[in-house]
Each structure stands twice: as structure tokens, then as C-alpha cells.
């Protein structure tokens, strides 16, 4: 399906787009005699450039998936443990309930764990079919990295720094659109900010090699980013949940620095 890209899709409500998507290929495939089993979304569409929508838009989504059998996976590998800001799921930002939620990397802060969690009756019709077994169901230390990793994001209140840091640097992300005309895009929810580079605003064209070039350069200062996909054109940028308010002027002003070199 077609991301659900706000600032691409000229549509007024872009949680009914995006469900009007899912019925097409729901359709598609049961025209083809496919059986839909369930639709798997990360929550911000990192991967498809950092696409956060306005909070609830994913609802129609979910009501789409339930309507047709099938279960709403979220995967919160990146938008979960806090990172969005106004909640602690990046599912939870938009009022919904999922039948399956993955889990990974954040929650032992590099320590390998990761989890899966899914309502009773969606695991019961899985588990009571299907001889299911880990080899390494979990073991002391990786349990233990998780625990602390939760302890620190509750007791540091990184939730709520997420969200007022993450607004901040937006901010000011966004003022760079006045000074360089190849920004196209700047949004994102919490800590998980998408910054689009364009080389020509006007018509919104992806700027993939000035993106690839950027993230170099930005490396000599320190910065380490990557581009997100369809387009190859977006700078995702993640910092550590640490980050700070003075961190804040290092990470603009290093950007500032390479698209006006790179201009």
C-alpha cells in the first residue's frame, strides 16, 4: 500500500485514505483468491520516511482490518518505549487497542531482548493449533537490562521529555526551511523527527543524492543519521533519549553548516 504520506496525499482526512487503501488490496487479493490474514504497521512509518498523521488517524485503519477478519499487528521496535512522547506506545498515540504488538531493540538499551504481546484470544487461536516452542524463551540478564531500561524511562520521566525536547527541536528543525531552500519537510512526534530534503519545493521532488551527501558530511560533525525509504530522501533522526535542551543548538547548527556547504 501507498504510505500514508501527508505531505504528498492531498486528501482531507488522511485516516480515511489510508483505510480506503487497505480495502483496495483487501479486495485485490480476495480477487485472487488470497485469504486476509491481518495488516502489520509501525506506528510513525519509519521506514516510509517518518510519517507520523495528526494523533488517531490510524483508527479507521484498524476498524478496516477488524471489519475484513483479520488482526492489526503494531510494530513498536521503533515508535514504542516512549520515543513519540504523547504516549508510551506509538499505537497508543492514536487511541487504539492492537490484537499483536512487537518489541525490540529499545527495550534492552542493546542488550539483546525483544517481546511479543498479543490479546488471549488472538494467541490461544496461534498456540492451540500450532506446537510452539523458544529455544532461548529469556534468560537472567537480558530480563534484567529490560527491567532497568523501564525503571530509568519511568523514574527519569523520559516520556514527557520526549515529548517537550522533541517539540523544541522541531522548532527549530523547521526554522532551517528559511534559510535552505532544499528543505521540504519537517515533522515527526516525541524524539523521532523526519527532516525531507527536496530539490525542488515547489513540486516536492525527492532530493536522494543532496540526502546521502548530507548524512556524510553530517558524520564528520559528529552527527550520525540515515535516510528512510520510499525515496531515499529523509533524514531520520533518533537521539538518544538523553538528549538534552542544550544539545539542541550542536545538532541544528551542525545541519546548518552541511546544506550550506553542500549548497
Same mark, same amino acid.
Given at each position: 500500500?501507498?504510505p500514508?504520506?501527508?505531505?504528498r496525499?492531498?486528501a482531507p482526512?488522511?485516516?480515511?485514505?489510508?483505510?480506503?487503501?487497505i480495502?483496495?488490496?483487501i479486495?485485490d487479493m480476495?480477487?485472487?483468491?488470497?485469504?486476509?490474514?491481518?495488516?502489520l504497521?509501525?506506528?510513525?512509518?519509519s521506514?516510509?520516511g517518518?510519517?507520523?498523521?495528526p494523533?488517531?488517524?490510524?483508527k479507521p485503519?484498524l476498524d478496516?482490518?477488524?471489519?475484513?477478519?483479520?488482526i492489526?499487528?503494531?510494530?513498536?521496535?521503533q515508535?514504542g518505549?516512549?520515543r513519540?512522547g504523547?504516549?508510551f506506545?506509538?499505537?497508543?498515540?492514536?487511541?487504539?487497542?492492537?490484537?499483536?504488538?512487537?518489541l525490540?531493540?529499545p527495550?534492552g538499551?542493546?542488550?539483546p531482548? !525483544?517481546?511479543?504481546? %498479543? #490479546?488471549?484470544d488472538?494467541?490461544a487461536?496461534?498456540? =492451540?493449533? +500450532?506446537?510452539?516452542?523458544?529455544?532461548?524463551?529469556g534468560?537472567?540478564?537480558?530480563?534484567?537490562a529490560?527491567?532497568?531500561?523501564?525503571?530509568?524511562?519511568?523514574?527519569?520521566?523520559l516520556?514527557?521529555?520526549?515529548?517537550?525536547?522533541g517539540?523544541?527541536?522541531?522548532?527549530?528543525?523547521?526554522?532551517?526551511?528559511?534559510r535552505?531552500?532544499?528543505?521540504?519537510?519537517?515533522?515527526?512526534?516525541?524524539?523521532f523527527i523526519?527532516?525531507e530534503l527536496v !530539490?525542488?519545493?515547489? %513540486? #516536492?521532488?525527492?532530493d536522494?543524492t543532496?540526502a546521502? =551527501?548530507? +548524512?556524510?558530511r553530517?558524520?564528520a560533525?559528529?552527527?550520525?543519521a540515515?535516510?528512510?525509504?520510499?525515496?531515499g530522501n529523509?533524514?531520520?533522526l533518533r537521539?538518544?533519549?538523553?538528549?538534552?535542551?542544550q544539545?539542541?543548538?550542536?545538532?541544528?547548527g551542525?545541519?546548518?553548516?552541511v546544506?550550506s556547504?553542500?549548497?
Open positions: 500500500m501507498p500514508p504520506d501527508r505531505y496525499v492531498d482526512d488522511l485516516g480515511i485514505w489510508f483505510a480506503n487503501e480495502q483496495k488490496q479486495d480476495a480477487a485472487h483468491g488470497i485469504k486476509f490474514a491481518g495488516l504497521v509501525d506506528s510513525i512509518f521506514s516510509d517518518v510519517l507520523p498523521g494523533a488517531g488517524f490510524l485503519a478496516a482490518v477488524h471489519a475484513n477478519g483479520g492489526f499487528i503494531a510494530d513498536e521496535v515508535p518505549f516512549a513519540t504523547d504516549s506506545w506509538g499505537f497508543a498515540r492514536h487511541g487504539i487497542v492492537p490484537d499483536v504488538v512487537t525490540g531493540k527495550m538499551n542493546g542488550i531482548v !525483544s517481546g511479543l504481546l %498479543a #490479546k488471549a488472538v494467541l487461536a496461534f498456540s =492451540d493449533e +500450532i506446537p510452539y516452542f523458544n529455544t532461548f524463551g534468560n537472567p540478564v537480558s530480563m534484567a529490560a527491567q532497568a531500561v523501564l525503571r530509568v524511562i519511568r523514574e527519569e520521566k516520556q514527557e521529555h520526549s515529548l517537550i525536547v517539540e523544541k527541536l522541531r522548532q527549530e528543525l523547521a526554522r532551517l526551511a528559511d535552505h531552500e532544499c528543505v521540504g519537510d519537517v515533522r515527526g512526534a516525541g524524539l523526519g527532516f !530539490s525542488d519545493r515547489a %513540486a #516536492k521532488t525527492p536522494k543532496l546521502l =551527501d548530507v +548524512i556524510e553530517l558524520r560533525e559528529l552527527v550520525l540515515s535516510v528512510a525509504l520510499p525515496y529523509v533524514l531520520k537521539p538518544l533519549l538523553a538528549f538534552q535542551e544539545d539542541i543548538d550542536w545538532l541544528v551542525s545541519l546548518d553548516k546544506l556547504a553542500v549548497r
